[in-house]
């Protein structure tokens, strides 16, 4: 009963992160209307807390491996409350920038943790697949999260959409506190011993691919409001409901990556990245019309929705096997490589909306894929 439990909460912090997250894109064009900022600028939110993330995660992860985890664990979660309750309250775009940068800043080491916990209480059999409904905490974010937060804030404001999180964080703090296991044991090592990790050839093309596949994804994610509605067409009351069918099918995506890392493991990743490749190279064409275009929305997202979990599940056997000192720093690294991708993806759509049109940025993403498909037959190659 302890372990479902403890599995919930989990599931629920990675939902609460992903809301914090991916909510800003579903209120990116209500931020720019508060504020009288143009939707490039106020999309560097996105960029911005990004980087942040992938820069932070890492150094705290490693300065906070030698320091109690449940300690730390919940130190974080108030920081995040913090940040969180700031960007509700905030009264101008440099209050938001800063408090968006709080919380991305401790964003990646609560998420490490938490998938550490993870690899504790599961038993070894049930670990690839539990690390993949934790991960499908994320995807259910963009279904339930980010139309909740869009509906809070067509009928209220975008601030009371993160005051909703912050009333969440506040919850979800005290479940941690009673049922995360305290003094666990770790594996302490130097700075020097952890990052030896990286230096894996399998660590090494795993993070490729998946900052390259994140990168593809938020080519056009950053902007998928503006594709629903003035690409595709569609209304704002179908608005909600359209990000949550996209929303399933990451749901959908996160369950097949745990059968298919417990059966495969990451030999089916060339197929993966190839997919993606041929369905950005798809998207330009399918916008043409609001059926098809929204139909290849569903299909790409229910295939990025597997990588996520396959090579997380990837670092963990190899840091387990190979470098035990490193495993917090191997369980950060998902959330690493997707947030340097998601800076890359958004960054370069900031730059293309200039030059392309919005429906054009599926061959922006296109190049990425290239670069994941590449790395996808190059690990499995290492792997045999």
């Known amino acids: 009963m302890k372990y ?7 599931v629920l912090v990675a939902f609460l992160l992903g809301c914090n997250e991916f909510m800003v894109v579903g209120v990116i064009s209500n931020i720019a209307k508060s504020y009288h900022a143009s939707l490039s600028t106020v999309g560097l939110l996105v960029t911005m ?6 820069i932070c995660t890492p150094v705290l992860t490693t300065i906070t491996a030698k320091y109690d985890r449940f300690k730390v664990l919940m130190t974080l979660m108030v920081v995040f409350l913090v940040g969180n309750t700031l960007t509700a309250c905030s009264p101008n775009l440099l209050c938001l920038f800063a408090s968006r940068i709080i919380t991305a800043a401790v964003a ?20 690839s697949m539990l690390v993949a409904t ?8 963009t279904i339930i999260g980010v139309p909740i937060g869009t509906t809070i804030s067509t009928a209220f404001s975008w601030h009371a959409s993160f005051a909703f999180i912050s009333i969440l964080t506040l919850i979800i703090t005290i479940f ?29 093309l795993g993070i490729v691919i998946m900052v390259a596949l994140m990168s593809a994804e938020y080519t056009f994610y950053t902007y998928i409001r503006p594709i629903i509605t003035d690409v595709l067409h569609y209304s704002t009351t179908q608005l909600n409901l359209l990000l949550g069918l996209v929303g399933i099918m990451f749901i959908i995506g996160n369950t097949c990556a745990g059968t298919i890392s417990g059966r495969y493991g990451t030999s089916k ?25 929204i139909i290849l929305l569903c299909v790409i997202c229910l295939v990025l929705g597997m990588p996520g979990s396959i090579l997380q599940v990837m670092f963990l056997n190899v840091a387990d096997r190979n470098y035990p000192e490193a495993m917090n720093l191997a369980f ?35 190049i990425f894929a290239i670069i994941s498909t590449i790395g996808s037959v190059l690990l499995i190659r290492h792997d045999k």
């Open 134 to 141: 934790v991960f499908s905490g994320f995807s259910t974010a």
């Open 49 to 54: 807390f990004a980087l942040t993330y992938a």
């Open 332 to 366: 950060s690294l998902n959330p690493i490589c997707t947030n340097i991708g998601v800076t890359v993806g958004s960054f370069t759509a900031s730059v293309s909306v200039n030059f392309l049109a919005i429906g054009e940025v599926g061959y922006i993403g296109a």
């Open 176 to 204: 941690l506190f009673f049922l995360v296991p305290r003094n666990t044991k770790q594996a302490k090592g130097s700075i020097m011993h952890q990052l030896q990790l990286l230096r894996d050839p399998r660590i090494f």
């Open 108 to 127: 990646g080491a609560i998420i490490s943790l938490v998938l550490v916990y993870v690899s504790i209480i599961a038993p070894i059999q049930k670990r």
């Open 269 to 293: 990743m060339p197929l993966i990245s190839g997919a993606c490749l041929l369905l950005l190279l798809l998207m330009g064409l399918s916008f043409t019309n609001a059926f098809t275009g």
């Open 4 to 10: 479902r439990l403890q599995s919930i909460v989990f």
